[in-house]
């Protein structure tokens, strides 16, 4: 077994054929921070210390270096906000015509809720804390 010791997950990769879908969905209306832009090939957004990459995967199934990589699908991921706006967050999704599809109450007497993306990827919002 590696003996190192990961401390985070530190980017996710989604896939868009149509990166103006991504850029509105999480730059507009989720408040993410671009920080690369190219356009037809990807668009990369700062949440906190990491990093949602999106890829177009027609340009990125071509590439060399870094390694080519694409894939299809729903893909998951979650995005944690503090423990005390857990419930100010959702309000503000839905706020934006933007559907919660479930919320889970976990064991540990933490929630989450789940809505999708334009293209039905599933987003997760988690309190602070839900994995301690």
Excluded at 3 to 9: A, D, L
Excluded at 14 to 21: K, P
Excluded at 27 to 45: A, T
Excluded at 115 to 124: A, M, Q, R, S
Aim: aromatic share 14%; charged share 20%.
């Amino acid at each position: 077994m590696l003996t190192t010791q990961f401390t985070q997950v530190k980017e996710t990769c989604l896939y868009f054929a149509d990166l103006e879908l991504a850029l509105h969905f999480y730059h507009e209306k989720l408040g993410l921070l671009i920080i690369s832009f190219v356009e037809n090939k990807h668009i990369f957004f700062r949440t906190g210390s990491s990093v949602l990459l999106c890829f177009n995967p027609n340009s990125s199934s071509l590439k060399k270096s870094p390694p080519a990589h694409y894939s299809s699908g729903k893909y998951h991921f979650a995005l944690e906000v503090e423990a005390n706006i857990y419930e100010r967050a959702k309000k503000e999704i839905e706020s934006m015509d933007i559907a919660v599809i479930d919320e889970v109450a976990w064991d540990n007497g933490q929630k989450s809720f789940y809505f999708n993306d334009p293209i039905g990827n599933v987003l997760e919002i988690v309190p602070k804390g839900i994995w301690d």
